[in-house]
């Protein structure tokens, strides 16, 4: 399993954007249905943080990166925040699901 995560801050002015932004990726994602991945967004309540994880079953090419979509989102990360943002690999140290 491949776990990577982003974490980026954005102003409160501009959270709203990059919410309609991921909206229109998850979109994309879920047309082309890729399998073996969990992919999720987190943003905090209502502030600018955002938390974006990519869980794939078997370590290869991201099918995120793929979409023109998350490259959009990408970009307007990269400006906001005034360098590229890029995924940290990251290790599960314990779950539970009831």
Not at 12 to 21: D, K, L, Q, W, Y
Not at 48 to 54: S, T
């Amino acid at each position: 399993m491949s776990l990577q995560m982003v974490r980026f801050r954005t102003d409160n002015g501009t959270a709203a954007e990059f919410r309609s932004h991921l909206v229109r990726v998850f979109a994309a994602l879920r047309t082309a249905s890729p399998q073996g991945v969990v992919c999720t967004a987190y943003a905090s309540e209502p502030g600018p943080d955002f938390i974006l994880a990519l869980e794939m079953e078997e370590p290869a090419e991201n099918p995120v990166a793929g979409l023109p979509q998350a490259a959009q989102l990408r970009d307007r990360i990269g400006r906001t925040v005034g360098a590229p943002v890029l995924p940290g690999p990251f290790t599960v140290v314990g779950s539970y699901d009831s």
